[in-house]
């Protein structure tokens, strides 16, 4: 028995022994050392004096810092929730149809989700592209015949990167929303209908209220990935004022491999990481809110 | 008036749901709708394609054809001649495969670990599977880069693989399913003495192949995919992968939509395709990490 035992520990560990390994040297260890780094003076590679808080005030108060705050706050205003309640349009459009059609429009909606982002980038850099974008079509009844680069043009950078970021990841939502749209039993539907419940009401009354978990999921989800934005705002920006479009990635970006300033972009890393973490864990509480309903 | 109404209302939604009765307009309406604006959600897609099969002239006349009048290669054999994404194409299938393969099998080991076996450190391991799904990965692009940087795997393949290693997710997923699995299945095999090893690989595994394929087709996505990473990693044009190769140059280009475009087709193919081949597969595997039943 006692061998037994022993035996499982070692298979235990033999199992488990690749996952403790890499997620310590790639996980704990770096997190750790970007805790430690965020008190120093230090180049990107090599060490540097402690410092205390400093960094902390510094960043804080930092005017580029507050501009990739609000930049990223204003990003995911623009993509949050339209792209919720677009994809949840989409969703009850989909979940209607039936067989092969429902299989295709489906596909052509989710194709975009799976494509790198730099492909995304290239597409559409193209359609909106100043001499010949197809966009600038459309641009010049607007502007009187003028085009206007659209990513060049500051006030038009984040709502165009923000619709750029709605058709590439609706996918994903649309996908969720459909999941929970089946699982709305049809008879309730089937009674509305003999109640004569016209179609919006039986949205406000039956569908609203029973796909909100979702909505909330969808959300939470949402939230948290566009406050990590930085590879489609980064490509947009490359040779226009990235100053003015920064994010908060691109601002820890900026000050490690661009300034070379290892302490204050792990300090920055550092506010990120808060800011996600508090988000994370109140998404985990409406997640459970949501199982123990 | 109710009275009579009633047998009546009954005999339409009748009608209704076995789907004759009268012409539902408004619904015929709103699939031709949704088909358009499906069309319109895969036209960019489209553009970028016939884009690339235009010649230069095409492309910039101005008379944007939604058919090419001709039908030409010469941008993808530009990108060929002149960039070095085959390079690119090799280490992007390199890393992702291996990254594929190891965070499959890492995972299966530690779920079912987690799933059937009672050692010490469990709620230690637990705890830092929760922590890994609330920290951003993208905090930690300093460290990463620091840590790699004092091993020298900068600009290697081991230097792109190492931190991507973590998707704490694929643990999650595999453990629910180990869970599901029936106790006896297990208890029979340790009569006939068979070590956990054999049980996991023979049993579990083998019963749960469905989900490999899901995380595995995903993990490979996401591997293909993901751009900050190797963006900072691999600064040298002859260790990039192909997301971030057709984004850094453009210099030897001339006309560059054609090329860009075709650069853009090539990077993305290998996703779609394995997207369209296994679309049941890709769909579940993101509802089963979202959370979500399908």
């Avoid at chain 1, 989710?110 to 982002?117: A, G, K, N, R, T």
Wanted: proline share 5%.
């Amino acid at each position: 028995m006692l061998r037994d035992k022993r035996q499982e520990y070692l298979v235990a560990l033999i199992l488990v022994g690749p996952f403790v390994l890499i997620y310590g040297a790639l996980f704990v260890w770096p997190t750790i050392q970007m805790a430690m780094l965020s008190f120093t003076k230090a180049p990107l590679i090599g060490t540097g004096d402690w410092v205390g808080w400093d960094n902390y005030v510094k960043i804080l108060s930092h005017k580029l810092f507050h501009q990739a705050f609000w930049n990223t706050a204003y990003f995911v205003l623009l993509t949050v929730i339209p792209n919720t309640l677009v994809s949840l349009v989409i969703a009850m459009a989909v979940n209607r149809l039936k067989g092969p059609v429902q299989g295709f429009v489906l596909a052509c909606f989710f194709l975009p989700y799976i494509l790198p982002v730099s492909v995304v980038f290239l597409t559409w850099n193209w359609i909106i592209d100043v001499q010949y974008g197809l966009v600038q079509g459309l641009v010049a009844l607007f502007n009187g015949g003028q085009p206007i680069s659209l990513t060049r043009t500051i006030p038009l950078f984040m709502p165009t990167v923000a619709f750029v970021t709605l058709w590439w990841t609706m996918g994903f939502n649309i996908l969720l929303f459909i999941a929970g749209l089946r699982n709305i039993s049809p008879e309730i539907y089937e009674a509305a209908s003999l109640d004569s419940a016209g179609r919006w009401r039986q949205f406000q009354k039956i569908t609203w209220p029973l796909i909100w978990p979702v909505t909330a999921l969808v959300l939470t989800i949402q939230l948290i990935a566009q406050l990590k934005i930085f590879d489609q705002v980064y490509l947009f920006s490359i040779g226009g004022r990235q100053d003015a479009t920064i994010t908060l990635v691109q601002y820890v970006y900026k000050l490690a491999f661009q300034q070379n300033k290892g302490g204050e972009a792990a300090t920055a890393a550092m506010l990120l990481f808060l800011m996600i973490i508090v988000l994370s864990v109140l998404q985990y509480q409406v997640l459970r809110a949501r199982g123990e309903k | 008036m109710s009275a009579e109404a009633l047998p009546n209302r009954e005999a339409v939604a009748a009608a209704r749901s076995r789907g004759d009765g009268p012409i539902d307009v408004i619904g015929l309406a709103l699939t031709a709708i949704t088909i358009l604006v499906a069309l319109a959600s895969f036209f960019p897609i489209y553009w970028a394609v016939i884009t690339s099969i235009k010649p230069d002239g095409e492309v910039i006349s101005g008379s944007n054809s939604l058919i090419p009048n001709r039908v030409v290669f010469d941008s993808y054999i530009h990108i060929w001649n002149n960039t070095n994404i085959g390079i690119w194409y090799i280490n992007s299938m390199v890393t992702s495969l291996i990254i594929t393969a190891l965070v499959i099998v890492s995972s299966a080991g530690c779920a079912y670990a987690l799933s059937q076996l009672d050692f010490p450190g469990r709620r230690v391991i637990y705890v830092l599977i929760l922590a890994c799904f609330m920290v951003p990965m993208q905090a930690l692009i300093v460290n990463h880069f620091v840590l790699m940087a004092q091993f020298k795997l900068l600009n290697t393949w081991a230097g792109i693989i190492l931190p991507q290693l973590i998707v704490p997710v694929v643990i999650i997923v595999y453990k629910q399913f180990f869970d599901s699995v029936p106790k006896e299945f297990r208890e029979a095999a340790q009569m006939d003495s068979a070590g956990h090893l054999k049980i996991l690989f023979r049993i579990y595994l083998p019963m749960n192949w469905g989900v490999t394929a899901s995380l595995a087709i995903i993990t490979f996505i996401g591997a293909w995919n993901s751009f900050l990473w190797p963006f900072l990693a691999a600064t040298g044009e002859a260790t990039m992968t192909v997301p971030v190769g057709i984004t850094q140059v453009k210099d030897a280009y001339g006309i560059v939509y054609g090329k860009l475009m075709a650069s853009a087709v090539v990077a993305g193919l290998p996703v779609a395709v394995v997207y369209l081949i296994f679309q049941r597969r890709v769909t579940q595997a993101i509802m089963l990490s979202a959370g979500v039943k399908g």
